[in-house]
């Protein structure tokens, strides 16, 4: 059993933390206490040793969560359980609480099903690459849904933006003499990672959300130096 007061979130004693997961199931989604937990346990993507110790009290809200793609138990576990900036080594942290995650990542894929909209899909796709450690891609899915990818040439440095509507062209984001390009898709995903979400998307019947996919899993030239690269690449 945690004692609250002897453990830390981002700003403080988390002697609050309780109350407030209490309150954000009570009200549900939408309440504005999920922001205040959020600004506590995962903090513009910093976590704390709260946030660690809140992961077994997400999962009990999401077993009793009606179960939509979007559960925001779900969503703040992931964004605890992909941070890169936290007290403790991530893989650390992943062999602590490995049946945690184990089980959130269950209720993650189960809940794909039922996604409402594409956007849905993709937040819930996103729950699932946090849970299953999954690359980048645990915290940067949700760009599917914004219909952009940013990142920097590997090569040359310069900020570079993949739009993701039908389109799928290449610009510098500060250059506007650089030419466009347009990326290539994936035709097979090589990375287990990459046929991981692939395989989803394609078994939920995600057309648009796959061809997305097969474009941020593809290959690329920087409009600016004229290097190519595969788009996970700019990411790193």
């Known amino acids: 059993m945690t004692t609250w007061s002897s453990v830390k979130d981002v700003y403080g004693p988390a002697t609050e933390v309780p109350d407030l997961l209490a309150t954000a199931e009570a009200d549900g989604d939408e309440s504005a206490t999920w922001q205040d937990l959020w600004s506590r346990l995962c903090h513009q ?41 936290g007290p403790r080594d991530r893989a650390d942290v992943r062999r602590d609480n490995a049946e945690t995650i184990a ?4 209720i993650a894929v189960e809940n794909l099903a039922n996604a409402e909209s594409d956007a849905d899909f993709v937040y819930g796709l996103q729950f699932v690459a946090a849970f299953e450690d999954l690359g980048p891609w645990q915290r940067e899915l949700e760009s599917l849904v914004d219909g952009e990818l940013q990142g920097e040439c590997p090569e040359c440095g310069e900020y570079l933006r993949l739009a993701l509507d039908e389109s799928f062209i290449l610009t510098s984001g500060e250059d506007d003499s650089c030419q466009p390009t347009t990326v290539e898709p994936a035709s097979n995903a090589g990375d287990p990672v990459e046929q991981r979400l692939l395989d989803l998307a394609g078994s939920h019947g995600r057309p648009t959300v796959t061809e997305q996919l097969r474009h941020v899993f593809g290959r690329a030239t920087c409009p600016c130096c004229g290097h190519g690269f595969e788009v996970p690449a700019f990411l790193d």
């Open 45 to 85: 993507g910093t976590v704390a040793e709260a946030s660690y110790a809140a992961l077994p009290l997400l999962l009990e809200m999401a077993r009793r969560h009606p179960g939509g793609a979007y559960m925001a138990p779900l969503h703040l576990a992931s964004g605890i359980v992909a941070s890169t900036d």
């Open 103 to 106: 089980a959130l990542g269950a």
